[in-house]
Nanobody, 125 residues
C-alpha cells in the first residue's frame, strides 16, 4: 500500500508553467504511476503515465509536448512539469498508483487503486 499527497497547485496565467509534485510513502519505487485530472463538471481523465524505473512515459495527445512526467525514486516523489498551460486545463490534478495490469502502459482509471487528494490548478485567461 502506498500513500500519496499532491502539492504545488495554484493560479497561473495562460501560457505559463507550473510544476506539481506527489509525495509518496514507500514502497513508491515499486509502483507504476499516473497523473489524472478532473475539470469542474467533467469526468476524471488520464493524461500521463510513467513506469516504475522511468524507462517509459506515455502522454495523452492533449498534453503531449507540453507536459513532462518524471519521478525520483530516491525521494519517493512523482513530478509533473506543465508548460504552455491553457484555461481549459483548470482542474483538480491527481496522482495515482497502478494496482492492476501494470506491466505495460495503462491509462485505465479503474486500474489505479491508490490516489492522492488532488491539488488544484487554475489557469487564468
Amino acid at each position: 500500500q502506498v500513500q500519496l499527497v499532491e502539492s504545488g497547485g495554484g493560479l497561473v496565467q495562460a501560457g505559463g508553467s507550473l510544476r506539481i509534485s506527489c509525495a509518496a510513502s514507500r514502497p513508491f519505487h515499486k509502483y507504476v504511476m499516473g497523473w489524472f485530472r478532473q475539470a469542474p463538471g467533467k469526468e476524471r481523465e488520464f493524461f500521463a503515465y510513467i513506469d516504475s524505473l522511468q524507462r517509459e512515459t506515455v502522454y495523452a495527445d492533449s498534453v503531449k509536448g507540453r507536459f513532462t512526467i518524471s519521478r525520483d525514486n530516491s525521494k519517493d516523489t512523482l513530478y509533473l512539469q506543465m508548460d504552455s498551460l491553457k484555461p481549459e486545463e483548470t482542474a483538480l490534478y491527481f496522482c495515482a498508483a497502478c494496482v492492476k495490469d501494470c506491466m505495460e502502459f495503462n491509462g485505465n482509471i479503474t486500474n489505479y487503486g491508490y490516489w492522492g487528494q488532488g491539488t488544484e490548478v487554475t489557469v487564468s485567461t
